[in-house]
Nanobody
Framework: QAQVQESGGGSVQAGGSLRLSCAAS??????MGWFRQAQGKEREGVAF????????YYGASVKGRFTISRDNAKNPLALQMNDLKPEDTAVYYC??????????????????WGRGTQVTVSS
């Protein structure tokens, strides 16, 4: 059975950095990425990668600060988060999906989700 599992996260001061990792197993996914959900807000897309050609996509609020990458030899998906801001505070979820023509930001197209990891940025 396919699974995804996050690791990393934690607390940091504004301007600091954190790195999240996600391990996936049981299926060869077409796209993987990260969503986040702040308290009282909807889940939003953060960063995504298409496994086939390595194309990456970023949400407007994180572009230039976050970098998504995948080590094909070891399988984990990584999200390097730099210059963190208090508004980045949220639960971050790793997600994966099979082949889909829909936008990578469409959370309804993702078949597999991790349990989430908390990121807290203090000012």
């Amino acid at each position: 059975q396919a699974q995804v599992q996050e690791s990393g996260g934690g607390s940091v001061q504004a301007g600091g950095s954190l790195r999240l990792s996600c391990a996936a197993s049981g299926y060869i996914f077409a796209s993987m990425g990260w969503f986040r959900q702040a308290q009282g807000k909807e889940r939003e897309g953060v960063a995504f990668i298409r496994i086939g050609d390595g194309s990456t996509y970023y949400g407007a609020s994180v572009k230039g600060r976050f970098t998504i990458s995948r080590d094909n030899a070891k399988n984990p998906l990584a999200l390097q988060m730099n210059d963190l801001k208090p508004e980045d505070t949220a639960v971050y979820y790793c997600a994966a999906r099979r082949v889909s023509m829909a936008s990578v930001f469409d959370r309804n197209t993702y078949n597999y989700w991790g349990r989430g990891t908390q990121v807290t940025v203090s000012s």
